[in-house]
């Protein structure tokens, strides 16, 4: 297991246009840096599951906390570059910080210790937590309906709650004439 302890700096990104972007949180801890790659919808759970564990078991909830150090300039490979597959999230009490363990798919595979684990002041957790709404709500805006992200420009948008129907589409009106069920003229 790689153990960053308490990181002196924590963040998240989302890297390329709306459509096309990849999500990350980067922790620095000392001189030795870490990436841990995420879907946009798990970072979006991570940020949640932050202001969840803090709310629930935070002795220090609602009170004002200190500025939080950058990561600063991040290095292009990072020591720690990770796809993550599974997430932990626990809360310490004592020293009012968040524990995070994380696996990639390798690591899950074999099972026992996670492969990663940092911890996060309460401070640094709720910085966080607004880089990670900053960093998913800058993509494509989600469909009122079914909330999956609208298309680009100019692509078209499948949504189930539609069932098939849009007011954007017309349905040719048949002729009273036509039957489609006497094509060989026959009357029975």
Not at 68 to 89: C, T
Request: proline share 7%.
């Amino acid at each position: 297991m790689i153990d960053f302890g308490l990181v002196d700096a924590v963040d998240a990104e989302a890297i390329g246009p709306p459509g096309k972007r990849t999500f990350r949180v980067r922790a620095r801890s000392e001189d030795s840096y870490a990436a841990l790659w995420l879907e946009k919808e798990q970072l979006a759970q991570l940020g949640r599951l932050f202001s969840q564990i803090i709310a629930e078991r935070s002795r220090e909830r609602g009170r004002p906390t200190g500025e939080v150090e950058p990561v600063g300039n991040f290095p292009q490979d990072a020591q720690v570059d990770m796809q993550v597959a599974r997430l932990g999230l626990d809360y310490d009490t004592d020293s009012e910080r968040v524990i995070l363990l994380a696996d990639d798919a390798a690591a899950l595979e074999r099972g026992g210790s996670p492969a990663f684990r940092m911890e996060v002041s309460r401070a640094q957790a709720l910085a966080l937590m607004r880089g990670i709404d900053e960093a998913v709500s800058g993509g494509r805006p989600l469909c009122p309906l079914c909330h999956q992200p609208l298309g680009a420009e100019g692509e078209p948008h499948f949504c189930p709650p539609t069932n098939g129907h849009s007011k954007d589409l017309e349905v040719p009106r048949l002729d009273d004439g036509d039957d489609d069920d006497d094509d060989d003229g026959d009357d029975e």
